[in-house]
């Protein structure tokens, strides 16, 4: 007669860990790519990471996979962001304080810009998951203002979301953020 085993912790440890090594590594990646460009060593990322090398290439085994893997993270983020502020926000600041959170998102993906132009298959979806994923969230923002009458309702967040990134991109702060207020400014009803 058998007696039924108690399950291991061990494995629930080991998930937990692998959970904040990737959080880790994605994090580490992330200001590496904006600090030093996507040719960041990986042990470089490993060390900023606090993980081994072997880690970081368990999980990515291609550069491009761990650049593919920090762009979905930060676009996701974005697209949260702009969950959060149509919640909490009338819409037009919402939609001013989204921009910023588009802007630091475009500043991270400056970081690889040149790897996602590339031409590497690897980066292929990603432009459409770019508008994809931001595209229905902003939306929500533009529709509530069009309705409450804060925002001109003939704007797609298809038309919006690439013309504040392209302002966004550009390599002086200060200018590219000033741009951003004036196309924001003439979406609003006066």
């Known amino acids: ?13 080991n998930r937990a860990d692998a959970l904040r090594n990737t959080e880790a590594v994605l994090e580490a990646a992330k ?9 960041a060593p990986i042990r470089d990322i490993a060390a900023r990471a606090g993980v081994g090398v072997g880690t970081v290439y368990r999980s990515y085994p291609q550069r491009s996979d761990l650049i593919v893997a920090v762009f979905r993270r930060e676009l996701q983020a974005t ?8 919640d909490e926000h009338p819409p037009a600041e919402a939609l001013r304080l989204w921009a910023r959170s588009l802007a630091r998102f475009v500043a991270t993906k400056r970081g690889f ?18 508008i994809g994923v931001l595209a229905p ?4 923002i533009l529709d509530a203002g069009a309705r409450d009458g804060s ?7 298809e038309e919006l979301i690439p013309a504040l990134s392209r302002l966004a991109d550009d390599r002086e702060p200060e200018t590219g953020g000033r741009m951003v207020d004036v196309l924001l400014d003439g979406l609003g009803r006066s």
Request: glycine fraction near 6%; proline fraction near 12%; charge should be negative.
């Open 1 to 13: 007669m058998s007696t039924p085993s108690t399950p291991d912790p061990a494995p629930r440890r």
């Open 31 to 39: 200001a590496a790519f904006a600090e030093l460009g996507v040719e």
């Open 79 to 86: 697209a949260d962001e702009a969950d959060r502020l149509a």
């Open 113 to 130: 810009a040149a790897a996602l132009h590339s031409g590497d298959p690897a980066y292929q979806p990603l432009p459409s998951q770019f």
């Open 137 to 140: 969230r902003v939306q929500r």
């Open 151 to 157: 925002l001109r309702g003939d704007v797609r967040a």
